[in-house]
């Protein structure tokens, strides 16, 4: 199977480079992760980052035929030869498929996420019933690999103003608990021209993300509630 | 070469569930602390859990801390110490309501109170019924955990070296721990992390075999370090196959979906395990299932044109529950073996799973080993939790959702050992001259190492190695053998060559060192279960087919010099419970 792969080493390259790599597959190889663990066998020098290998680490997010996904759970039989492999784009490269997910983290610790409840602890657990711990599905699944906010033009264009939409995501999870009682500093945390209101609900997250998730919908139900204060 | 360093009160390698309840602890106490990982936090393989936290909460039906203990000890062959057990299951509803103050989303019962499902081998009073003691959060409870205790700690501002991998334990000639050396994966740069109590939470190693559940960052790095640093490793022998990884891709199916109310067919649509234990059926632990399952592949049931794989079959429950409370399985399912598990059975077949021996600890954290007279010395300044521990609550077989609790009871226990131990110990030891010598030394041959063997090509062999020499039956030759070939495959390991010598973001180098810690961990496995004539939990011998208490009823310890073995005494004395006296175990 024929692949061309973005390289890139600061430590030797000047500039990246788009190698092609023809490798013989086993029979058991499914998964483009199968392939690329293939071809670092011949070729060690081939850096990417991996894991858990089903989908729920976020490790290996990359740019498949154009399009974010993860390796381990993008069938090899869906991909159009040869299969062009870039690191996700809009974030520094530090070798090869590796991208610098710096400012990506930065702005999921900027909506404070945590749970906040200033409450006396109970003794047992704070009670929640299913259809208030229904609202968080959709939401507390997200694995942090950045295939979305990396989906995203207004996240090229302005990554240190506006939070994306994986952060935006997560901000509405703890909007959404029934627990937690900073709905109102959450909400002025994003009440800002590009943190929240850059997103154009041009929807390449909800495209782009791997578990099927959707930051849009969630990033609406924001913009909803900063209406409603409002008025 | 003179390394840089860096000083603090604690430093922390591995950033899964319990390198993350103990960060937690100890940066909420104020201490200098540094949490060392390979991967960013969230990408731990504590992620990968599914069916959840063992906890006697009694939300569904009535249970007792008594009955957890009753059941891991009868879950571990009675090879678990009985006082860490105790420990574990009687903290361990407090661990849990802590984690949903900390905004687990757990699932929720109609009056809002934590949802439970039933796991292999809990049992309602002493091995009755089973019992609804799996607290969790659809199946994907590691996953929600994980992410909840990093979210804690980004509260607690807890200082994270992220992409930094540890290399070796630094030791002083007393014995005592002063930190590791380890590596920043970005930059290639290496450091002294210089610390007066250093925890080990690195993990597990299910890597050594060709077949495993476990994500490729499980490489044993902690085991392989102390191993390096004359700490012995415990228990090495007992490595559990999970009974439902999806055939030939490994990938785990929780034991939730039989807690949910699926079970195992043979090829003639049989329900076997209904053969093998007749009270708790396809819910009896784990390596009970995995050696009927075995067994029946063997005598040619099983299923699929080579016979070699069962079926775990749960279309008959409603695709509301499968969505609600097994919705990554269905992914799972589809994605990896081609199934829509609402119509089909899914192929499954026995996988390891889990290591249940370790790095020697006590139940507070403590690393010990045999010093004199005393089995078990406290080393100053080491501690382990997690799966890289034997403390040993798991013994011969672990019982599912008994990890995560695991995580969160001993990753607290072991912090708070530390917070105490520095607090009497003010002071800072200097590091001895040669701190840094065997890292600068593995780093040296790697980067002028010639003509030897790839390190994919070494690592293959030692993983075909112990998947046909260490697997679900062990047999007297092939174990004899298994011992020869790893010691030879220790010694290639040792020559293994890589091409790559960028300084940046070099994972053929990080591959390589990984495989030096690894190949200890093979050794010691092999080397540990081709001693022990008897089978118990995990081990099955087919020249001992009983469990043997009395000459075996003690505990292995591996040490690297030499493939020297010693054995210690089982703690059969609880903290305040009554001893669990060892008896025949049937499910």
Known sequence: MRFRIFRYDPDKDEKPTMQDYDVRLDPHDRMLLDALIRIKEQDDTLSLRRSCREGVCGSDAMNINGKNGLACITKLVDLKEPVELRPLPGLPVIRDLIVDMSQFFKQYHSIKPYLVNDDPVPEKERLQSPQEREELDGLYECILCACCSTACPSFWWNPDKFVGPAGLLQAYRFIADSRDQATGERLDNLEDPYRLFRCHSIMNCVDACPKHLNPTRAIGKIKELMVKRSV | ?587
Not at chain 2, 140 to 154: D, E, F, I, K
Not at chain 2, 167 to 191: I, N, P
Not at chain 2, 423 to 446: C, I
């Open chain 2, 1 to 587: 070469m003179a390394l840089a360093k860096r000083s603090f009160d604690a430093v922390v390698v591995g950033a899964g569930g319990a390198g993350l309840r103990a960060a937690l602890q100890l940066s909420e106490s104020g201490l200098s602390v540094a949490v060392l990982s390979k991967v960013f936090p969230t990408r731990s393989h504590t992620v990968a859990a599914q069916g959840g936290i063992g906890a006697a909460l009694g939300n569904m039906d009535e249970d007792s801390w008594l009955w957890h203990m009753y059941d891991t000890v009868k879950g571990s062959d009675w090879l678990g110490d009985q006082d860490a057990i105790e420990f574990m299951c009687r903290e361990a509803p407090k661990l849990v309501y802590e984690l949903e103050h900390f905004g687990m989303p757990f699932d929720r019962n109609e009056n809002g109170t934590v949802y439970q499902r039933p796991f292999g081998g809990h049992s309602q009073n002493f091995g009755q019924r089973p019992v609804q003691r799996s607290c969790c959060a659809a199946d994907r409870t590691g996953h929600a955990m994980l992410h909840t205790l990093y979210q804690r700690n980004v509260r607690a501002h807890t200082q994270f070296f992220v992409e930094w991998m540890a290399l070796d334990l630094v030791r002083d000639s007393s014995g005592q721990v002063l930190g590791v050396t380890a590596l920043e994966m970005e930059t290639g740069e290496v450091m002294i992390l210089h610390a007066r109590a250093t925890l080990f939470a690195t993990g597990g190693a299910g890597r050594i075999f060709a077949s495993t559940t476990n994500a490729f960052i499980c490489t044993g790095d902690g085991l392989g370090m102390a191993a390096r640093a004359g700490i012995p490793l415990e228990d090495m022998e007992f490595w559990q196959f999970h009974p439902t990884g999806v055939a030939g891709a490994g990938v785990l199916i929780t034991e939730g979906v039989r807690g949910e109310g699926g079970y195992l067919l043979n090829k003639d649509g049989e329900r076997f395990m209904e053969r093998y234990a007749p009270t708790m059926k396809d819910l009896a632990s784990r390596d009970v299932v995995s050696r009927a399952m075995a067994t029946e592949i063997k005598e040619g049931r099983g299923a699929g044109s080579h016979g070699d794989y069962l079926l775990l079959k749960l279309n008959h429950l409603e695709a509301e529950v499968i969505d609600k409370r097994l919705p990554g399985i269905r992914e799972i399912a589809k994605k990896f073996a081609n199934v829509d598990p609402v119509k089909d059975p899914i192929p499954v077949v026995p996988t390891v799973h889990y290591m249940m021996g370790g790095i020697p600890a006590n139940y507070r954290g403590e690393v010990v080993v045999p010093q004199g007279s005393n089995p078990e010395a406290v080393v100053p300044g080491f501690y382990a939790a997690g799966e890289c521990a034997c403390a040993s609550v798991h013994g011969a077989n672990r019982l599912g959702t008994n990890s995560l609790t695991d995580l969160l009871v001993f990753g607290k226990a072991a912090a708070e050992s530390m917070i105490k131990f520095l607090k009497e110990n003010p002071g800072r030891k200097d590091l001895p001259k040669d701190a840094a010598e065997r890292t600068v030394s593995r780093l040296a041959r790697l980067d002028n190492q010639k003509n030897g063997e790839s390190v994919a090509e070494v690592a293959t062999e030692m993983r075909r190695t112990m998947q046909s020499h260490c697997g679900v039956f062990r047999f007297p030759d092939t174990l004899v053998e298994g011992v020869k070939k790893i010691r030879g495959i220790a010694d290639r390991a040792s020559r293994a060559q890589i091409k790559d010598k960028s300084r940046v973001f070099n994972t053929a180098r990080l591959e390589a060192l990984e495989l030096d810690n690894l190949i200890e961990v093979a050794r010691a496995s092999m080397v540990s279960a081709e001693a022990r004539k008897e089978s118990r939990g995990a081990h099955d011998r087919s020249d001992h087919h009983q469990r043997d208490d009395v000459n075996w009823l003690k505990h292995t310890l591996w040490y690297k010099d030499g493939d020297r073995l010693e054995y210690k005494p089982v703690h059969m004395k609880p903290l305040t419970a009554r001893t669990i006296e060892p008896k025949v175990r049937t499910y």
